[in-house]
């Protein structure tokens, strides 16, 4: 079992629809990562969290550390944010960054 | 745009062969990490270094070997390529102020494909 795990893998929406991508983890953390991969690669780091919430622009996450649980919310999607979304955690115990699978997120015009 | 380049962007090697990927740190960055990232999953943690010496490595194997020079810039060595070497490799600059907290500002990745 992965330590994160992300849902859904896939989503398709449609202009202006709001979006939630999910991420659960198992181990005690001590940062969360909001992390945008687009075709051919590149990773932008969207947000870091060790608690509550963030908001920048449409973008919005969130995280509940007693359930180990982060959300990133898309508000008014619009076809550029078509990309993966990856989660990434850091354990308390020191470690380096523990990446989920990410979610392939298409946005139609 | 973070700063953080990788060169070659995209190349093709054969079984056996081996290969240097380089990475050039965002400016005033001392820690570099370097991640292997399959298609279809998310990047797995290869090694980091932190002024010039090894500060941590994921589980692989030793023909994974790394570098970073007094400037900051590293080197990714991968020996003895295997099929399964064919991934998007990462680098990934930070100030290691707190290696709790500190973000990671990535590269674009390199392209390995190995026949």
């Known amino acids: 079992k992965n330590e994160v795990e992300q849902s859904p893998q896939n989503l398709t929406a449609q202009e202006g629809e709001f979006i939630t991508i999910n991420c659960s983890y198992s181990?005690?953390?001590?940062?969360l990562h909001w992390l945008q991969q687009h075709p051919g690669g590149g990773i932008v780091s969207l947000f870091m969290?060790?608690?509550g919430k963030k908001k920048h622009g449409r973008l919005i996450a969130t995280i509940n550390i007693q359930e180990k649980h982060s959300s990133l919310h898309i508000t008014a999607s619009h076809p550029r944010d078509s990309a993966v979304y990856i989660c990434?955690?850091?354990?308390?115990?020191?470690?380096?960054?523990?990446f989920g699978s990410g979610t392939q997120l298409t946005v139609l015009p | 745009e973070t700063g953080v380049t990788q060169s070659p962007t995209h190349l093709i090697k054969t079984r056996g062969q081996q290969v240097t990927l380089r990475c050039s740190s965002q400016?005033?960055?001392?820690?570099v990490s370097w991640y292997q990232q399959a298609l279809g999953q998310g990047p797995q943690f290869i090694f980091q270094?932190?002024?010039?010496?090894?500060?941590g490595r994921g589980n692989f194997p030793p023909r994974f070997s790394g570098l970073q020079f007094p400037n900051y810039s590293s080197e990714l060595n991968v020996n003895a390529l295997e099929l399964d070497d064919s991934a998007l490799y990462l680098c990934?600059?930070?100030?290691?102020?707190?290696?709790?907290?500190?973000?990671?500002?990535f590269g674009p990745g390199t392209r390995l494909t190995v026949l």
């Open positions: 400016s005033g960055h001392n820690t």
């Open positions: 990434a955690v850091r354990p308390l115990s020191g470690g380096q960054l523990t």
């Open positions: 969290l060790s608690s």
């Open positions: 181990v005690g953390i001590s940062a």
């Open positions: 270094y932190y002024r010039e010496e090894e500060n």
């Open positions: 990934a600059s930070s100030l290691a102020r707190n290696r709790g907290t500190d973000t990671q500002y």
